[in-house]
């Protein structure tokens, strides 16, 4: 073949292998080449596997296909596992020196589903320490900046798999969500995330499979029918996630054609009616993809959310409390750790210390009254609509942003306040590209949240939102 094969998606390179018009071999280079060309400057990909070591498997995986065997359709695919992920013979880092040299001795449950799917693990994806804030740094490997313009931001937690999809690094990513960690970054690089409904996507296993459910792991993509994918391999129970959901999605009836937007009913929160701190021009890139979606046949309309904004904000400050302090206290009795990890982790470790178990029961009932006042909203709408950061991204030399518009951000992540409705109420939510700043090279995303488990419908929604902007969906950055 004479196309550039760092430019097709996950599936046309599975179509082109299983043709056997391609060699897993000449994939393997092709990517190598790449990232040895652009990594130095875009620092996506961290401790990545020695070059012979991964072409010997990529001509495994050539000899298989020549006996009549597929591993699956990312049969010989190059991969690179988010750090929070644990992927055999590579560090568990987190994007920390305390775990700098953290070896897992087995894989995750998505990295194992995604090499059972043929894949070859390269390397690890950079993020934030310990995935906490929405900028890729660390003092481990430094920071990624955004695949559009190297001054500012990528985003994160899962800034190193975005950028690495944007810069053709990757054929198809995999990610994180906690607190907008797979949607933020999509949007801020062009580039389609998805957080799944709370238990689609078996986490871990983890210290606690009872009550730490708000993070997911989730697939990002260049291309919706790739995302699905992914998130088909990805999905499914496994007896060591007890609240995982049953059964993979099946994405085989999603239809790439605008007609998914025919009658659907969107909700378009908005800021949340001046609640949510904007910077200018984001709410103007957002309504445009909603026209695009309008004009295709959607209703959208202005929504209120009904409920107690500041009230959720309190709930939220709780569980993320409650859920990242531990971790952090699990790391303090290793050597030099107090003095090693962010302020921002050491800050959510002390607060965490003030927490009681009544504070915590409070904001758990506060979430399942949410939930339930949802349930209502959705009895008016298909999807609610959201931008997906409220600020466009920052010099990458600042830790997070300290003021939007007039107002202060009294912690490290109330600029990405709008991405806590879907983590609190366990829901779906995709993030697609909406737009670019007027002046700068900056991409925006918009967030759709979807009906409890309503995974499929929502990548439905996504994929003729794809058919209807499929060639301004192609811009790629320099």
Known sequence: MTTDLTSLSASELSDSIHARQVACTEVMQACLERIDRLNPTYNAIVNLAPRDALQTQARECDEELARGHSRGWLHGIPQAIKDTGHALGFPSTMGSRVLAGNMPRNDSIMTERMKNAGCIVIGKTNMPELGLGSHTFNTLFGATPNAWDITVSAGGSSGGAAVALAQRMLPVADGSDFMGSLRNPA??????????????VPYGPGADVWVDQ????????????DLARLLATQSGHDPRQPLSINGSVDVSGIRYTPQGLQGLRVGWLGDLGGHLAMEEGILNVCEDALRAMQNAGAMVEPMKLGYDTQAL?????????ALVGPKVAALLPMPG???LLKPEAMWEYENSLKLSYMDFQKA?????????????VFEHCDVLALPVAQAWPFPI???????????????????MECTIYA???GLPAISLPAGFHPQKPWPMGIQLIGKPQGDVALLQVAASYEAVRSEWLQRRPD
């Open 187 to 200: 949007g801020w690089n062009h580039i389609f995330g998805m957080r799944p409904s709370q238990g689609r």
């Open 214 to 225: 708000l993070g997911t792991e989730g697939p990002m993509a260049r291309s919706v029918r």
């Open 313 to 321: 904000w309190d709930c939220w400050l709780v569980w993320r409390r």
């Open 337 to 339: 750790a107090a003095e």
């Open 364 to 376: 758990s009932q506060r979430r399942t009254a949410f939930y339930h006042h949802l349930l209502k």
């Open 397 to 415: 030399e600042e830790r997070w942003p300290k003021q939007i518009g007039e107002r202060a951000m009294d912690t490290y992540h109330r600029w």
């Open 423 to 425: 983590t609190l109420a």
